[in-house]
């Protein structure tokens, strides 16, 4: 039974105003409500776009209670509500007659050298990507295995790790195929890879089953870790290991959702 609610707002003037509508709402309804996370909450309902979707969940420590998202940004891609459908919304929560669409996050462990020493860190889980660049807008050398299989000897911008879920994210304007996200997967998409007599990669996204973890290996260059947006921190990188967690994040649908129809009202 859902007593209390967590409500994230993003940091802009119409999302402020659906949410003091939303906390209105809440009130009349008799849920408790707080904008700092406590882990008693039963929900959590996101105002913003995607991206305050992406910090919302990181607020929570990546919980498993439902999330439920109010559109006030641009594509949406997380949410089932907009500012005109708040009481639609908790109506909704009332009954307790939505769906969970579960999503397996992205891990991402990090070597790297600091003084001398070799050093590991584990980023921040990821719900849509990780990307893997050089910030100084060079061309990178990446060394790709897949499980225990060397692959490919990458040359280009770098290269985008998603989820099925992120599949309609970056990793779409690079190219990469859209995801049904009934399937875990993770899938690679380069960034400008270098194609000539010199280096060969894969020219097109590839799509990876669930158990199969892919290390990546910088060669002369420094690279940066950029994980749902947000760098990792680490400098001098020896390697990176990423795979699909077992963790997983639960989104609100209605009972009638649809991704297909999303994907054609949103890119069609």
């Known amino acids: 039974m859902i007593r209390k609610v967590y409500l994230y707002v993003n940091n802009n003037a119409e999302s402020r105003e659906t949410a003091d509508e939303l906390e209105a709402l809440l009130s009349r309804e008799g849920f408790g409500y707080c904008e700092e996370y406590e882990e008693d909450s039963d929900l959590g309902i996101v105002v913003g776009g995607d991206g305050a979707f992406l910090r ?26 907009s500012r005109t459908d708040l009481d639609a919304a908790a109506a909704l929560i009332r009954s307790e007659g939505f769906t969970l669409q579960s999503h397996r996050l992205i891990e991402a462990d990090l070597e790297y050298e600091e003084q001398g020493e070799l050093k590991h860190f584990t980023a921040s889980p990821a719900l849509n990507d990780v990307l893997i660049r050089n910030d100084s807008g060079s061309m990178v050398y990446l060394s790709i295995s897949i499980g225990k299989r060397f692959i490919e000897k990458f ?114």
């Open 155 to 268: 040359y280009g911008d770098g290269i985008l790790v998603a989820s099925s879920a992120g599949s309609t994210a970056y990793n779409y304007a690079l190219g990469g195929s859209i995801v049904d996200p009934n399937l875990d997967l993770l899938q690679i998409a380069p960034m400008a890879h270098a194609n000539n007599s010199t280096y060969r990669s894969f020219t097109s996204s590839l799509l990876l089953p669930p158990e199969q973890e892919i290390a990546v290996t910088p060669e002369g260059r420094d690279i940066s870790v950029i994980v749902d947006g947000e760098d990792s921190g680490c400098r001098n990188i020896r390697k990176v290991t990423i795979r699909l967690s077992e963790k997983k994040v639960n989104i609100v649908r209605l009972e009638d959702y649809d991704f297909w129809a999303k994907v054609v009202s949103k890119f069609l």
């Open 56 to 81: 919302a969940l990181k607020a929570t420590g990546f919980a498993s209670m439902p999330m439920l998202g109010v559109n006030t940004g641009h594509l949406g891609f997380f949410q089932e509500f």
